[in-house]
């Protein structure tokens, strides 16, 4: 299950958004944002650039993102950068 919010925002808010969204929900991993990438065209309804994933790099300023356009996966944008969320739910 995924939910897409409207507004691109930073690592700690689309991480505490997501949480916030209830039970299960939560930022995708790096591994997880890339099997949506994989599957983009059957799931449909990404913005263009880049989505945030929960995955840290080495519990510091920066996280792992991903474009869903390109696939590029990069981790070297601090945690305050704005993109795209898509949180996800595991059932």
Do not use: H
């Not at 690592?11 to 991993?29: H, I, M, V």
């Not at 599957?39 to 990404?46: H, L, P, S």
């Not at 994933?53 to 920066?62: A, G, P, R």
């Amino acid at each position: 299950v995924q939910f897409d919010f409207p507004d691109k925002m930073n690592w700690t808010d689309a991480k505490a958004a997501s949480e916030e969204l209830g039970n299960g929900w939560r930022l995708p991993s790096k591994d997880e944002l890339n099997i949506l990438y994989e599957n983009k065209d059957e799931i449909g309804n990404f913005e263009g650039g880049y989505y945030w994933s929960l995955t840290e790099v080495n519990n510091s300023d920066f996280a792992w993102n991903q474009d869903l356009v390109f696939g590029t996966q990069k981790d070297y944008y601090n945690k305050n950068n704005t993109f795209s969320v898509r949180a996800v739910k595991l059932i």
